[in-house]
Nanobody, 124 residues
């Protein structure tokens, strides 16, 4: 079975931190770029961050620059998103995906491999 599973979401106060994980099974992430997307209620899905297949390049949407860090550990077949200084506007369901390359913070050339998402809620 080919799948991606996100984890690490939860409820945090503004200014707090979370580390999201995206674990792949049934295939190797070694050959793919990976991206994180998020979707807030009533809003369109947006690309948050993207990392190339070897981790050599990373990209972020402007609103998260300096606060979020994307990384990968191919030995563990996992991609991470470290989120610091969280704001209420960061609230949403976060998804990961595998694809061929990064177009800025948006993953392109998707493989069809998507996770089910993990909820991030930033609230006082």
């Amino acid at each position: 079975q080919l799948q991606l599973v996100e984890s690490g979401g939860g409820l945090v106060q503004p200014g707090g931190s979370l580390r999201l994980s995206c674990a792949a099974s049934g295939f190797s992430l070694d050959y793919y770029g990976a991206g994180w997307f998020r979707q807030a209620p009533g809003k369109e899905r947006e690309g948050v961050s993207c990392i190339t297949f070897n981790g050599g390049s990373t990209y972020y949407r402007d609103s998260v620059k300096g606060r979020f860090t994307i990384s990968r550990d191919n030995a563990k077949n996992t991609v991470y998103l470290q989120m610091n200084s969280l704001k209420p506007e960061d609230t949403g369901i976060y998804y990961c995906a595998a694809g061929s390359h990064c177009s800025g913070p948006v993953l392109s050339g998707g493989t069809g491999y998507w996770g089910q998402g993990t909820q991030v809620t930033v609230s006082s």
